[in-house]
């Protein structure tokens, strides 16, 4: 076994991390502590400074390494280099998270999972922020904040309070398909390596040529669907409270690495005015009889963090990276979100989270115009230009087809706007109804539906009684 010798800050060889200085009287245990022992108060006042903010939603994971293949020939969708030629294999990085509990919760909770990952492409980060239910709750981006209060903690008791969070729901119904699903079967998955996950948005997929298509992404687990009853799921999160992370962790451990298919649907942008369904509206699926899944390729997870807290506490995602060959599209959620990410991490992570290990981008990034800061560690660009178009060094720069010509011309007043609940809200739950048939919003999907659960509520407050 190699023998370290202990260093005090980097500095001073310490001789016991377990002493300090102190002027001693006596053999008993009393003496003083003084200011000079430098081993002492670094070592407290590093510990109350070890905590960072927890991220304000998704706080608790697992996370791993792992590797994308493409396995299909993309290319009459997309030249993103990352999904180019069969065989290409690109390193990822993965989050994936419970929602409304903090970093301590229980995992298996009732609750939408995240799905966060990293494609490290040649040409720069690639990032996908997906959920493992194909809708969202909300369509307003600034009904965000007030969504996940309510499903987090009361303002006066702090404890997690239903009333406020069907509160919340019942007078922002555009929720329900969201709701449906998080209440059907899959809401409480048996473990991590047996989630779907969905990109929910509508994102575009484009090539040098200016041709692009509309796609929503979607991830299979290739060892299927499990997920856990009610019963078995309160038991374990009492329990078991890590247990989804420790069944992540031993699986890959012990070489039972999850792996995942990647599909598309896709729509050709002169069919958008004629699809069935406003494809910029998260709340909404796409048929999939009309628009079928098309596969891509396939991750694996294959290797656990050597350090949870470097490589996936101090991971930021964000929607807004995207590779040259994909990129958004008019759904106002999602562009939020291009906004909500970055800012979230310069403040959980400061502002040159992008120059952490699990942040930096494999490919060489040259940004002068990005630089100083707490946490400077890249060299800063030397004495290189802080502005630009200077004429010292010229720098030559590369055409990017992220908003493909004719894509989405926009043109119209500004104006205060929110969305409406229409009858149109709840076509897509009754047919999910009918697919699941299980389970006082929801009688307007389905007469029975109501029925039942105003049934079991009764019963319920019978044996309360
Ligand atoms: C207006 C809508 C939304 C806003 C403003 C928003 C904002 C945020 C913020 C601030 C975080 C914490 C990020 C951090 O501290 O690093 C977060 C985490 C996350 N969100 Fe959203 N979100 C929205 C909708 C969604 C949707 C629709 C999805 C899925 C399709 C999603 C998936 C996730 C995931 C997976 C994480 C965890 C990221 C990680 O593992 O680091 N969010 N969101």
Redesign the pocket.
């Known amino acids: 076994m190699r023998s370290h010798h202990a260093y005090l800050w980097g500095r001073q060889p310490s001789e016991d991390p377990s002493s300090a200085l102190q002027i001693r009287a006596g053999q008993g245990n009393g003496g003083l502590s003084v200011l000079c022992d430098t081993q002492l108060i670094e070592t407290l006042a590093h510990f109350a400074r070890e905590r960072i903010?927890?991220?304000?939603?998704?706080a608790k994971?697992a996370g791993a390494w792992g590797e994308f293949e493409v396995t299909h020939d993309n290319s009459d969708l997309t030249d993103a280099k990352f999904l180019t030629g069969i065989g290409t294999k690109t390193k990822v990085l993965q989050?994936?998270?419970t929602?409304a509990g903090e970093k301590g919760s229980s995992d298996t909770v009732r609750d939408?999972r995240?799905?966060?990952m990293r494609f490290f492409t040649e040409d720069g980060n690639q990032d996908f922020?997906?959920?493992d239910l194909p809708v969202?709750f909300?369509r307003d981006?600034?009904?965000?904040?007030s969504m996940n209060r309510s499903h987090k903690r009361h303002p006066q008791t702090n404890v997690p309070d239903p009333s406020m969070f069907w509160d919340f729901h019942v007078n922002n119904p555009e929720g329900i398909h969201a709701l449906m699903h998080l209440f059907g079967q899959r809401g409480i998955p048996a473990s991590l390596r047996h989630i779907n996950a969905?990109?929910?948005?509508t994102y575009t997929l484009s090539k040098e040529d200016g041709s692009y298509r509309y796609v929503k992404w979607h991830w299979k687990p290739d060892a299927g669907i499990e997920t856990l009853d009610s019963a078995t799921a309160l038991r374990l999160a009492g329990e078991e409270p890590d247990y989804h992370v420790k069944d992540l962790f031993n699986a890959i451990q012990k070489g039972d690495y999850p792996t995942w298919t990647l599909y598309v649907q896709v729509i050709e942008p002169k069919d958008v005015k004629d699809a069935p369904i406003d494809i910029f509206d998260?709340t909404f699926t796409w048929p999939h009889e009309k628009y079928p899944l098309r596969p891509l390729g396939r991750l694996t997870l294959n290797k656990n963090p050597s350090n949870y807290f470097q490589d996936i506490e101090q991971?930021?995602?964000?929607?807004s990276a995207m590779v040259p060959g994909v990129g958004p599209s008019a759904d106002m959620?999602?562009q939020?979100?291009m906004?909500?990410?970055p800012?979230?991490?310069r403040?959980?992570?400061g502002a040159n989270y992008q120059q952490l290990p699990p942040n930096k981008p494999l490919s060489a990034v040259y940004s002068p115009y990005q630089r100083d800061g707490v946490g400077t560690i890249n060299g800063n660009y030397g004495g290189d230009p802080d502005y630009v178009r200077s004429g010292f060094r010229k720098i030559n720069f590369r055409h990017l087809h992220c908003y493909p010509e004719g894509h989405e011309t926009w043109n119209g007043k500004m104006q205060s706007y929110a969305t409406e609940v229409t009858d149109k809200d709840f076509v897509q739950p009754k047919e999910l109804w009918e697919i699941i048939k299980k389970e006082a919003l929801f009688a307007r999907v389905d007469k029975g539906l109501g029925e039942l659960i105003a049934g079991a509520v009764e019963k319920k407050r019978g044996q309360m009684a």
């Open positions: 903010p927890e991220r304000s939603v998704h994971a989050r994936i998270s929602v939408v995240g799905w966060a922020v997906f959920n969202f909300i981006p600034i009904k965000f904040p969905f990109s929910v948005h998260n991971a930021a995602f964000s929607p959620v999602l939020a979100r906004f909500s990410y800012d979230a991490a403040y959980r992570l």
